[in-house]
């Protein structure tokens, strides 16, 4: 029997797993003093503000935090005085803030799981959290010199943090969350994506691959399907979360052995309150007929090993092992 990690680079490379890579099971998450630096830790029906100064909230029953970026609580109002306004939360701790999150790296067994680090909020989420939405997609058109500026500093401050992440636990693979588009389209169209996203995120995922990384895992639980020339160019190795609108065995079909597809079961229609085991069977098996078994893990869109709604997680993990029992027994 191959070990977790072997069973996922059999899959992701279209040669001979021995099952489905189950979900999140292959990632073994890190914790980190930058990450906790520049979140906002709530629970449901608190507010606060993150490390960059954006006002949060996690309204009960939602499945996370939300910014609060429109009106009032809109923290750059101007982007030609995004210098004056933002400020980056620290990536430099001292030794004795670390221990705490060495000590718990050290629980995580890499011979069976990949030593995950995360990165929330990424480069378009922190710019819309920053500004709002509407200002920031006017912005893009009517003041692209600022945006170039403002995204060359947050790039900056994420590879400054990646080193730092890097150099204290040592992990082999990145989950990175970014959303780049609704459940219908992405949110630039390809030319603009390519002109303001991607150069960040070649800087950004060429830093964590050129020091030890062996796997980025990008989280867009949205349409990206016009995105995937970008995706490629950009080496991400598993695209976490893309809906169903995406036409997963189309994409599999053309991108698969350049990047594979954690997904297959969106949360909106799975993850309810009146979920059920039969509809999460039924999905999972059209999922399967249609999409085959190459290149894809089958998961929740959600991202994170979690859901909304109390044992979805936990029973889509039971029937994915059942499936396995089925496609590779």
Known sequence: MLTIKENLWETIRGQSPDRFVNQYSFMGFL????????????????????????????????????????????????????????????????????????????????????????????????????????DTMINFYEEPEAMHDLIDYLTQWEIQGAKEVISHLHPEALFHHDDWGSQRSSFLSPAMFEEFIEPAYQKIYGFWKENGVKLIVHHSDSYVANLFPNIVRMKIDILQGAVWENDIPKLIQEYGGKVSIMAGLDNGKYDKPDWSREEIHAGLKELFETAGTRYLIPCLTMGGPESTYPGVYETVTEEIDEFSKVYFG
């Not at 029953?61 to 609060?68: D, H, R």
């Open 31 to 134: 914790s980190d003093p930058v990450r906790k630096a520049a979140g906002c830790a709530l629970k449901q029906g608190e507010e606060g503000r993150n490390g960059w100064g954006v006002k949060i909230c996690f309204p009960e029953g939602t499945p996370g935090q939300f910014p609060l970026c429109e009106g009032e609580d809109k923290l750059l109002k101007d982007i030609t005085r995004w210098k004056e306004v933002i400020k980056a939360p620290p990536t430099q701790f001292s030794s004795s803030q670390w221990e705490p999150y060495l000590k718990e790296a050290g629980s995580v067994d890499r011979n069976q799981v990949f030593a995950t680090a995360y990165v929330g909020n990424g480069i378009f989420e922190k710019l819309h959290s920053l500004m709002g939405m509407e």
